[in-house]
């Protein structure tokens, strides 16, 4: 498999969950404003959408959307736990998960990016934002993870942004379970291998 990634993106999720899954893969790293690979090839050939992650499937399918993918992952590897099973009421709360963090958590993010966006429009979104990691932090009371004590793919999700939450200055001091759960995930070795490989400093 090929992951189709920018350093430091929402593409770090799925790298996070090929680590965790123990499964072979190939790092291919993207230039989202330009649209290419590093060899000069169009990036919007192979996925005419132009953003990361893209997932190449050894038959040449190309699998984008990050929780679609990060699934995919998880399912290749069963024994591993890093989601539960098809038809369970566990998987649907994953789903519930993985959907508010794209949909919620994750869109709030996107504009924060935007280089033409004003100070004031940014700070509307990082309240925003803020809000639904207040949410997060009272649902991780008491839990080591988001599903409970075991580590999934929705955890990669969430570290991802709380990275991007790192680099905007975010306060999280009246989040006490957020930063422990956040220091918990970053301590694990295969996050710590993912942000090696993308070339980012280590997350505390």
Not at 17 to 42: F, H, M, S
Not at 61 to 78: R, S, W
């Amino acid at each position: 498999m090929k992951l189709y990634y920018s350093p430091g993106a929402c593409s770090l999720s799925p790298h996070i969950a090929l680590l965790e899954a123990g499964l072979p893969y190939e790092l291919v790293k993207v230039d989202i404003r330009a649209k290419k690979l590093e060899n000069g090839e169009d990036y919007l050939k192979l996925n005419p959408k132009g953003q990361v992650p893209a997932l190449g499937l050894d038959s040449g399918e190309i699998v984008t959307e990050g929780p679609v993918i990060v699934q995919m992952i998880a399912d290749k590897a069963a024994a591993k736990a890093l989601a539960p099973a098809h038809g369970s009421a566990e998987r649907y709360k994953l789903l519930e998960w993985l959907n508010f963090l794209t949909s919620e958590v994750h869109k709030s993010f996107g504009p924060m990016f935007a280089p033409a966006l004003n100070d004031e429009a940014k700070a509307f979104f990082k309240d925003r934002v803020m809000g639904k990691l207040k949410y997060i932090d009272s649902q991780l009371a008491g839990r080591d993870y988001l599903m409970g004590k075991q580590f999934t793919v929705a955890d990669g999700y969430l570290f991802t942004m709380l990275t991007w939450a790192d680099r905007m200055k975010f306060d999280f001091s009246a989040m006490p379970n957020l930063a422990a759960y956040k220091a918990r995930v970053a301590a694990r070795p295969q996050v710590q291998e993912a942000l090696k490989k993308e070339g980012l400093a280590q997350a505390a």
